[in-house]
């Protein structure tokens, strides 16, 4: 099965406690193929500037991923600058260049078009409806935006809202959209303006899934080494996405298996910086953590302690 993705690729520079870099791979939908790229077949759509270098879009496509509906524009790739406390579970913006984003008018090849599933990665929500009128019939569609945009171009958002089924935030995003604290009110208030699974991500807290029937609830792998938390969330849109596409099964009960892939995803990348955890992974090594999330939050019911 196929799943369209639209997104940022980036040259980002990290600062967090452990470390610093400049200008290395990353962007929203880098982070979400790569994830994905393990349970199904990518398509990326985005775009670069003529100073993105070859060794990129090689390992791009050694993962086997499609960047057929990648374009190379005149000009730089778009850049973010951000910066990491101790408390690893915001970032902070400290610059965002959209620079070849800001024209970018995407057109689907005509392969694409038939995508089963498609992920609207965080990038301008003008852009995500632009690609979503493109692809002809997709079976489950999800989303993904920050700050930037729900302060910035809250109206267009609202309208890409409309036409999606699963919206994937954090719990900051989640409070700045409802403009509400409490995040299970903030659930109701996001779920009727279109999303009917909401999954707000919590950082080290794990992850909490909202629909009209229940409210689910993932840890988050308890880590001894956090590295950099870049890309986590887009992490773990891409296992998620990509085991829902992997299986065509969109039960409560897949989705929640779903969810607990996303997380080992997002586990595996903020182990190091960019992708670098995330570049060639062992199937056996997702199996395993998968399996240690089971066991992490298994219990037994209680014995008959109120029955003397
Ligand atoms: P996250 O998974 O939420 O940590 O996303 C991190 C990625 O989002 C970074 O690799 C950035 O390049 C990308 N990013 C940051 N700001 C924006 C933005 N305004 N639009 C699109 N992508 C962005």
């Not at 493109?134 to 809250?154: E, H, L, Y």
């Amino acid at each position: 099965m196929s799943l369209l993705v639209v997104g940022s690729v980036a040259f980002d520079s990290v600062r967090t406690p452990f470390g610093e870099v400049e200008d290395i791979l990353g962007g929203s939908a880098t982070y979400f193929s790569t994830a994905a790229s393990y349970f199904t077949d990518v398509n990326l759509v985005a775009v670069v500037g003529e100073d993105f270098p070859a060794q990129h879009l090689n390992f791009l496509k050694s993962r086997g991923i499609n960047i057929e509906g990648l374009e190379k524009q005149a000009g730089k790739t778009f850049r973010w600058k951000g910066e990491y406390g101790y408390q690893l579970n915001e970032a902070q913006t400290l610059e965002t260049h959209l620079n070849v984003f800001e024209a970018f008018k995407p057109v689907l090849p005509a392969s694409y078009k038939e995508a089963e599933g498609v992920f609207l990665a965080n990038i301008n929500p003008e852009l995500q409806m632009d690609v979503l009128n493109q692809v002809r019939s997709p079976k489950i569609i999800a989303c993904d935006t920050m700050n930037f945009w729900i302060s910035g171009k809250r109206e267009a958002l609202l309208k890409t809202l409309g036409h999606v089924d699963i919206l994937v935030i954090n719990d900051g995003e989640a409070r700045q959209l409802a403009q509400e604290a409490n995040l299970v009110k903030a659930a109701k208030a996001i779920r009727s303006y279109g999303p009917k699974h909401l999954i707000i991500k919590r950082g080290e807290y794990g992850a909490l899934m909202f629909n009209s029937q229940s409210i689910f609830a993932a840890p988050a792998y308890p880590m001894e080494n956090v590295f950099d938390p870049t890309g986590a969330g887009d992490s773990f849109a891409g296992g998620f996405m990509g085991y829902l596409l992997n299986t065509m099964n969109f039960t409560e009960e897949n989705m929640r298996q779903a969810v607990i892939f996303g997380s080992v995803m997002a586990s595996f990348v903020v182990e190091d910086f960019s992708l670098n955890r995330i570049r060639a992974l062992d199937y056996k090594e997702i199996l395993n953590r998968y399996r240690e999330f089971k066991q992490l939050t298994h219990f037994e019911e209680p014995e008959d302690v109120f029955n003397p």
